[in-house]
């Protein structure tokens, strides 16, 4: 038990260590960021805007998620990353859960599947970004888990327990849609191949359903008798929100790059689960997992919009699958010597992948903070699990999640190239310039969005010059318009000019400041 909570802080740590430290605009999608800011501007919490637009892209679920801890942080990087953090943490907290249930006679199974969740590049990348993905991806794993548990639980739990399975389905509908009902077909496949249905209590899994239609029909209520509703089921009706197209075979290798470096542990696992497939009666857990991951797997690998994001509901049966397997194979035949020069190796990796951020920050001039804590951190973990825990598959995956850190903060110090519209927050508030005393004049949508979410208020934007510019103390404009821009404000008018990191001129942005 004492390693569970452990494993525990160790993830909390994992998800939080350095988590507003890159801006939005670091590989991050800050329009999301952006609609749950404008919620606390509108106060309407039911159909979602962008620029002060209805958007209809994504369900709410995520974006009052958002606005919740905008409340709570500020608005800030941190503040719209927390939810996915959030429920990143509580889906390793799930598969800690879910191992227990399915392999009660091996501790070391639960151990292995968080480690496995914790140090895969897709699952510690998006759960420290604003996307959706996570939060949909955990709801999804939550929802099968309370299924498995109510189909072995007794009656009593089962209520409970299919009752959390309707509601996770809900939340998740209300996180991304109809993909959520992908749920009850694996949840009836797996019902179907173990042929249980009896004992499986299919009239209270049918009879807690009224808990998803408790968890998602008051959003639909007040959706339809919202003002809007008219224009948001007709942008619903004419907008694009899946565009991305890859190829028929997209997610065969999108698979084994995001569950990096975990699927090597998967790929070395795969014979020993086959010579093991007699076990599989004696443990039903397994056999969901690989149900789990079979039926989702091939139903997204159907669909035409692909995105790499999308594989994140079947890491948690993936990882348990491995950590279930792992254990099977035997490491007898290899010899001491080689166990010791090969702990030594990764011992000495650890202490290198520890300190390579803060010789990294040393070396730009940009030393930060959180590079001496990591550093510290991640050397204290490596010798704690280099002489304490003696386990090369949990050393491997500290090794791998210190790395990924290592990255983090590295992408931390490239800020100043990377955040174009910060560089121009900066310079109107050193100017003591404020929201109301901006005017976008035809500039990129991106501008306004970003530069909105900087300032915590949505920026005017003009299509047309007005006659008097009282209150107006700077005009930011894209390279065609600049010279119009500078006639209308007279030759006394000082300007800078702000390149984007995209390279792209027509891009660029000119603050032109009114005397």
């Not at 009660?104 to 993905?133: C, E, G, P, V, W």
């Not at 109510?150 to 309707?166: D, H, P, Q």
């Not at 920026?459 to 404009?477: E, F, S």
């Not at 894209?478 to 027509?506: A, M």
Request: proline residues 3%; aromatic residues 18%; charged residues 20%.
């Amino acid at each position: 038990m004492n390693k569970i909570f452990l494993v525990l802080f160790f993830t909390v740590f994992v998800f939080l260590f350095n988590l507003g430290g890159r801006t939005l605009e670091n590989q991050d999608n800050i329009r999301l960021a952006e609609v749950g800011r404008e919620i606390l501007e509108t106060g309407d919490w039911i159909i979602m805007h962008l620029s002060g637009e209805v958007y209809v892209d994504k369900p709410p679920l995520h974006f009052w998620n958002m606005a919740l801890s905008y409340k709570i942080f500020g608005v800030n990087a941190f503040g719209a990353r927390f939810p996915s953090a959030l429920f990143a943490i509580i889906g390793v907290a799930g598969i800690l859960f879910f191992s227990y249930i399915a392999d009660k006679a091996n501790q070391k199974t639960a151990i292995y599947s968080a480690f496995f969740l914790l140090s895969n590049y897709a699952y510690i990348n998006y759960a420290r970004t604003a996307r959706m993905d996570i939060e949909f991806s955990v709801l999804f794993s939550l929802s099968l888990i309370a299924f498995y548990g109510g189909f072995i639980s007794t009656k009593r739990k089962k209520v409970l327990l299919y009752s959390l399975f309707w509601f996770f389905t809900g939340m998740a509908f209300l996180n991304k849609g109809p993909v959520a009902f992908l749920t009850l077909l694996i949840a009836f496949v797996f019902l179907v191949i173990n042929k249980n249905w009896r004992n499986a209590g299919v009239k209270i899994l049918i009879f807690t359903f009224m808990v998803f239609i408790l968890t998602v029909m008051p959003c639909i209520l007040l959706l339809l008798n919202h003002n809007k509703f008219d224009e948001y089921i007709y942008l619903l009706k004419t907008s694009k929100i899946m565009t991305r197209r890859e190829n028929f075979l997209y997610y065969f290798y999108a698979f084994p790059l995001n569950f990096f470096p975990v699927i090597i542990f998967t790929t070395i696992t795969i014979p020993f689960l086959w010579k093991s497939r007699k076990e599989l009666d004696r443990n039903s857990g397994l056999v969901f997992s690989i149900i789990w991951f079979t039926v989702y797997f091939f139903v997204i690998h159907l669909t035409s919009a692909k995105n790499a994001r999308y594989l994140l509901p079947i890491f948690i049966p993936c990882s348990f699958i491995t950590a279930w397997t792992i254990q099977k194979i035997s490491f007898r035949n290899i010899n001491d010597k080689t166990k010791k020069y090969g702990s030594l190796f990764a011992f000495i990796s650890g202490i290198l992948i520890s300190i390579t951020p803060l010789i990294w920050t040393i070396y730009k001039k940009e030393l930060l903070p959180n590079t001496l804590i990591l550093a510290i951190i991640g050397l204290i973990l490596v010798l704690y699990a280099y002489l304490k825990w003696r386990d090369i598959i949990i050393f491997i995956c500290i090794l791998c999640i210190i790395g990924f850190l290592s990255i983090d903060i590295i992408r931390t110090s490239f800020n100043s190239q990377l955040s174009h519209n910060l560089k121009l927050y900066n310079l109107l508030k050193d100017k003591n310039i404020e929201a109301d005393e901006i005017l976008l004049y035809k500039t990129d949508p991106e501008v306004r969005k970003k530069l909105s979410f900087y300032y915590n208020k949505l920026i005017t934007q003009k299509d047309d010059i007005p006659v008097h510019l009282t209150n107006t103390k700077v005009i930011i404009t894209s390279p065609d318009f600049f010279d119009k821009i500078l006639k209308i404000s007279g030759d006394k008018s000082s300007y800078f000019k702000i390149k984007n990191r995209e390279g792209q001129e027509e891009l660029d942005v000119y603050a032109v400041f009114i005397k």
